[in-house]
């Protein structure tokens, strides 16, 4: 059974914010054998120069893969589909692989599939990130006090599935847990891409230009994500969006209900919503840190 | 025409948070004859010893409403109707009535109908409040940059309409405009009242209990407003219906057009709607102080 220590030799595939403050977290940790791929010799010789990496490649170098013992992808859904498919099969078995999608259902499977037999791939959610990207940006301390969840298939084993919590453990994660994929991706468009798509919505539903002369905190706070990156987001919506149509409808059955007391002038029920509102806000709080 | 100076005398009705900021901000501009009415006489004797009024009084005094030549009304919507329905009759002709009233079109009509004849009402909203109520709380520092929106109705003069604005610069507004009862209405709908309906909803769509241990930022932004004092914002909702049914409606297409995108797989119908949003969104930024 493989266990992470300070050797362990791990390539990171995608060098932008989160691949580059994987590489940062563990090279401050002491790890020596870290290694990364970027698509711009730029990003690969800013790595190095910057002591995040051991060794590095603008191309996809046989060799490292071949010498990697873990391999971390970060690289958006669709560019990881892709690379799995046209070079997965240079992996060796026995290497673990994991990545850092937000959406999972509609990932394990075909990475899974697109990786030869012997290589096992565990999928984790690191949920951190920052409003900029690239690896000028990256900063290990978005892992602090943050959740990191490993969401396993039915074809993990359990030593496979350790070794990325531990990774976790290294990179500084607040909180390391388990979820299935499908209690994932519920999780995740909820609280997530649903708050992406109500803050939308808020922002197409209203084109009064003077709403910003009037407006207040609590419409600033609500639609603070409408300012949102459309290539990411709608490819997320898109990954997701069985659990998002879910989402989408107990949302709106809530707001149709409350439509529906306020014409009927039914005052006590429009109190009832609050309170239970009240009620499981308020653990929100208690939380928080 | 009446010009407001250090010795008009002004009494306010209801000294909680916004009376008692009322009070505060006046008095600190040397104001010499402020009067408050407070149903405990304990707010009044506070109001009095902090230097917040000069006379005031837990009952209808009546020689006081016959001093005043401007009143300002700073209570609940609904308690602002009673006492004018039972005590306007007391109040002198060529008085000055204002109040801080947040809904508006049901408001005017009936306050106007039941003071005497030669006392104008003119309404108006300072966008201003705390989430803490009660005159211990009283801060003139909340009206620093704020909004105060005058409501004029068609029964104004010019010149009284022009009195309530310099009591919104004396007490320290930093926008102050005009709109109709119907366009305020409609503004604060969308702002205020909404934005409360979507974060109650929100909360009661999900009743899973683990959501607190995965939740990020813009969840917790969303949903802050969701602990909510249902008695005051019920009362809000109802007395605003129309123009809240009518954005409740406008938000619902929207949320509905998203999810019929979504449920196509229309990625750039998506990307459109994303991209509407960031355009308007970004004009809040660049207002933001």
Not at 69 to 89: C, H, S
Not at 134 to 163: C, H, M, Q, R, W
């Amino acid at each position: 059974m493989m266990q992470l220590h300070r050797d362990t030799r791990i390539l990171i595939v995608g060098l932008g914010l989160l691949g580059g403050s994987y590489a940062m977290a563990l090279k401050k940790k002491g790890f020596r054998c870290i290694y990364g791929f970027a698509r711009r010799q730029e990003t690969v010789d800013y790595a190095f120069e910057h002591g995040l990496i051991d060794e590095g490649s603008s191309s996809v170098d046989e060799d490292l893969i071949a010498r990697a013992e873990m391999i971390v992808f970060a690289l958006y859904p669709t560019v990881l589909l892709d690379w799995v498919k046209q070079y997965g099969r240079l992996i060796r078995p026995g290497t673990v692989v994991t990545d850092v999608t937000g959406v999972k259902s509609c990932i394990i499977d075909p990475v899974t599939a697109a990786l030869p037999e012997g290589v096992e791939f565990v999928s984790v959610h690191p949920m951190a990130g920052r409003e900029v990207g690239g690896i000028e940006n990256a900063d290990d301390g978005i892992f602090d006090g943050a959740n990191y969840i490993v969401v396993p298939s039915d074809k993990n084993t359990e030593s496979a599935i350790l070794l990325c919590e531990d990774l976790g453990r290294e990179l500084g994660f607040g909180r390391i847990s388990r979820l299935s994929p499908a209690e994932h991706d519920d999780m995740i468009a909820f609280l997530s891409q649903l708050t992406h798509c109500v803050a939308v919505s808020l922002m197409c539903a209203n084109e009064d230009d003077r709403l910003v002369d009037y407006t207040g905190d609590s419409f600033r706070d609500l639609t603070r994500i409408a300012r949102i990156n459309d290539e990411m987001w709608s490819e997320l919506f898109l990954l997701n969006k069985e659990s998002l149509l879910r989402q989408m409808d107990r949302f709106l059955e809530q707001v149709n209900r409350m439509r529906e007391l306020l014409s009927q002038g039914d005052r006590e029920g429009l109190r009832e919503m609050m309170r239970t509102s009240t009620e499981r806000r308020a653990k929100f709080d208690k939380k928080k840190k």
